[in-house]
């Protein structure tokens, strides 16, 4: 009977290291934790990070785990489980702020709205479950994209729609705007995608970190804004406390 792929072993090692830790490692880091070589150590994370598995800063040079994971994971962690498990916080989260919810995953290029709870008054509004929206002019989107690589190199290669003035469309802008979005740890969109309407989101964790989906608020840029055009800091506190809460129902160590 075949025995073991010592190179599978490895790239599993070194999956489970940078899945346990608590943030970035470096190549030496990663190799005297494991009594690897160092240029064996670069080749695995080379490769892992080809397909996904692991993202490099560029700025540090140090390896994080790749949001290509993710799908791989549908078989405990699926949409359906997502949405149960986002669904009260969700609901507090629209009660609290008085602006509509939604939950977002990514899909071939876009977002698909998972679960969306109407702004707590009388006005008419639209069910947006199963909407697909663009990822570049969304807070949703912008989430989604800071953490999956090769979705953000993608869309960078092509034609970024302007929706508003307001929107982004060159692969540079939106490369700084995806390194701010994971510099702070959320999302913003001003007029980006509708004219008058504003948001903000922040990433949804499961296991081992991943970002598995995104949760935000949207709604009249006057109310999500403050006098200086900018979110008001209480909406992105509030947003960032619900996805965190959700991202601890689903086991994530690390946010």
Not at 135 to 146: E, N, P, R, T
Request: hydrophobic share 45%.
């Amino acid at each position: 009977m075949p025995g073991p792929i010592q190179s599978i072993e490895r790239a599993a090692a070194i999956l489970r290291l940078l899945a346990g830790g608590s943030g970035r490692l470096g190549v030496s880091e990663i190799a005297d934790s494991l009594g690897l070589a160092r240029g064996t150590a670069h080749g695995i994370l080379r490769t892992l990070q080809g397909v996904g598995f692991v993202e490099q800063d560029d700025v540090t040079g140090k390896y994080q785990l790749g949001a290509r994971l993710l799908h791989l994971g549908t078989s405990y962690l699926d949409v359906n489980e997502l949405r149960s498990r986002a669904i009260n916080w969700a609901d507090a989260l629209a009660a609290r702020s008085g602006e509509a919810v939604r939950l977002g995953t990514l899909l071939e290029g876009k977002v698909l709205v998972v679960h969306h709870v109407f702004r707590p008054d009388d006005t008419l509004q639209t069910l947006d479950v199963g909407a697909l929206l663009p990822l570049h002019a969304c807070a949703l989107g912008k989430v989604l994209l800071a953490y999956e690589a090769s979705a953000a190199a993608t869309l960078g290669q092509g034609v970024l729609e302007p929706y508003t003035r307001r929107s982004v469309t060159s692969a540079q802008a939106l490369s700084r705007a995806l390194a701010e979005v994971r510099d702070k740890g959320w999302a913003a969109e001003v007029e980006e995608m509708t004219v008058g309407e504003a948001g903000v989101a922040a990433p949804i964790r499961g296991h081992g970190g991943l970002v598995v989906g995104a949760m935000g608020l949207s709604g009249a840029a006057e109310r999500v804004c403050d006098a200086t055009g900018r979110p008001r800091s209480k909406l992105v506190a509030y947003v960032r406390d619900a996805a965190r809460a959700v991202s601890r129902d689903l086991g994530a160590s690390r946010w």
